[in-house]
């Protein structure tokens, strides 16, 4: 066929020494294909410039999309890493879960078919050497936060390490030939990966009933993906027969075979999933907490100057006491010689002018004295008579700065708030150190039973005890304890050392 065909123009003809003629033609989207009854002498393959950009366009998308997801979070990782240390504080975290999103990444780009084009053929499959290296990081990374179970974790990821690296090493084929123990080492991280996710995902439940807040969230979220993915299956069964047979057909060609590849697949998506989740909550705690101590930072700052303020005044109540002292004795001495009655409701009034003086608290916690000089200054300024039975607290309390702010402050709030709409206000404190322990106890008057501030004092009250137990749960609920007596309202609080 050398002559030129006007059905086919334009087209590219290429003729071919075998049996097969081979014809590329160019089509517009618009013409329709219609069969004029052409005859072919050979098998003839026609192809479409149009379908094949399209392949191309499809190619790009399914490798550029899955990249792109991954790359951008691979930039927020580094970016909490980068926040991390802007604060102050090192955390290799991050990284190491930055490092397993990369190789996931690689996973991706290694299927395309650009990369041989750039890389050829290699002795290695590196999408099954991307795919075990992302499962070693991600183990490396659950160590890192894996205070209590830290040997079990550090152990599954030493073994997948020392597995992968073997097989990797045994198919370059420098060390050992193709046979069947070659296959066997080639296998390895298939079985190891799939022992170390399922171990990994054991420890994370295990981890959550110790209470550790980032093994909770990724248990959470691992028990929410299988049984939304259990249900999908059941789901499937009716509707797509097909998904659902090809997905226990595997499941249990692998049983069989022993060699977990699909199964092994399905616990590392799950696992990454539930872990990225973990590593997002755990950093929402982390900006939530970084606001309360800034947030408790400032109100330490102001308690500081209002402690500073109850001083200054106090201080200038004992001068003037001190500076009148000598007149209070001449009078007296002379009230005894001529009118001895009036002595009684003189030393009265000097009593009640000493007891006016407001009260300054100075223990060996400094923490505690800025935050109790600063309440009490604005419980004077209240009109709340205030008593200290004992004063005496250690010097460090198993308590951060933010907790033992939250825990005093909203003890003190309450107490203020209750006692300025009492008939007798009235603020008592005792706190004192006992076989270990701190105790501390408040008492405060409290509104009496008919009295119309009741209903508006119980929403900011019952708010504050619920922030204080819990703080106080994790000391035990025997630690603390709330009792009214009357007027009086008592709360106390024991924190062992």
Avoid at 67 to 74: N, Q
Avoid at 78 to 95: E, R, T
Avoid at 151 to 178: P, R
Avoid at 188 to 199: E, R
Wanted: glycine share 6%; with cysteine; net charge positive.
């Amino acid at each position: 066929m050398t002559g030129r065909n006007p059905l086919l123009s334009p087209c590219l003809r290429i003729i071919g020494g075998g049996k097969t003629l081979t014809i590329a033609q160019s089509t517009a989207a618009s013409e329709k294909q219609v069969d004029d009854g052409t005859v072919y002498p050979c098998e003839v393959t026609l192809y479409c410039g149009y379908a094949y950009e399209s392949g191309l366009i499809a190619s790009s998308a399914r490798t550029m999309i899955p990249a792109v997801l991954l790359f951008s979070l691979l930039l927020f990782l580094l970016a909490v890493f980068i926040w991390n240390a802007s604060q102050g504080i090192f955390l290799p975290k991050p990284l190491i879960f930055a490092l397993a999103v990369l190789f996931r990444m690689c996973i991706v780009l290694s299927k395309a078919d650009f990369f041989y084009q750039y890389f050829g053929m290699l002795p290695i499959d590196p999408t099954d050497m991307f795919f075990h290296f992302s499962v070693g990081a991600f183990l490396l990374f659950l160590t890192l936060y894996a205070s209590r179970l830290r040997l079990l974790f550090a152990g599954i990821t030493l073994l997948e390490w020392i597995s992968v690296l073997l097989s990797f090493s045994i198919q370059t084929g420098k060390f050992l030939e193709y046979g069947d123990l070659y296959v066997f080492f080639m296998n390895l991280p298939q079985i190891t990966g799939f022992l170390a996710l399922v171990a990994a995902l054991t420890g994370t439940f295990i981890l959550w009933k110790l209470r550790m807040p980032f093994f909770r969230h990724m248990a959470q979220t691992a028990l929410f993906l299988i049984i939304g993915y259990l249900l999908f299956l059941a789901v499937s069964i009716p509707i797509l027969p097909d998904y659902a047979a090809s997905v226990f057909t595997r499941l249990g060609q692998e049983v069989i075979m022993l060699l977990p590849k699909f199964a092994l697949t399905l616990l590392w998506n799950l696992c990454l999933l539930s872990g990225l989740a973990a590593v997002l909550f755990d950093f929402i705690e982390q900006l939530s907490r970084r606001r309360t101590e800034l947030e408790v930072l400032s109100s330490k700052n102001r308690l500081a100057l209002e402690s500073y303020e109850n001083l200054r005044l106090q201080s200038e109540e004992v001068r003037m006491l001190r500076h009148d002292t000598v007149k209070h004795y001449t009078l007296l001495r002379s009230m005894i010689k001529d009118n001895p009655e009036q002595v009684p409701g003189y030393l009265e009034e000097l009593i009640g002018q000493a007891e006016q003086i407001r009260p300054v608290i100075s223990c060996r916690n400094q923490t505690l004295n800025i935050l109790l000089n600063g309440k009490l200054g604005m419980a004077k300024a209240k009109g709340i008579e205030t008593e200290i039975e004992r004063c005496d607290a250690p010097k460090k309390l198993p308590l951060s700065d933010p907790e033992l702010c939250s825990l005093i402050l909203n003890i003190l709030d309450n107490a203020i708030n209750a006692a300025s709409i009492s008939r007798k206000p009235l603020i008592r404190l005792d706190f004192h150190c006992k076989a270990q322990h701190f105790v501390f106890s408040c008492e405060n008057s409290v509104p009496d039973k008919t009295s119309d501030h009741k209903k508006t004092l119980t929403p900011e009250h019952g708010y504050g005890l619920k922030i204080i137990r819990q703080i106080m749960k994790r000391f035990g609920n025997n630690m603390l304890s709330m009792e009214q007596t009357g007027s009086l309202y008592r709360i106390t609080v024991v924190i062992p050392f």
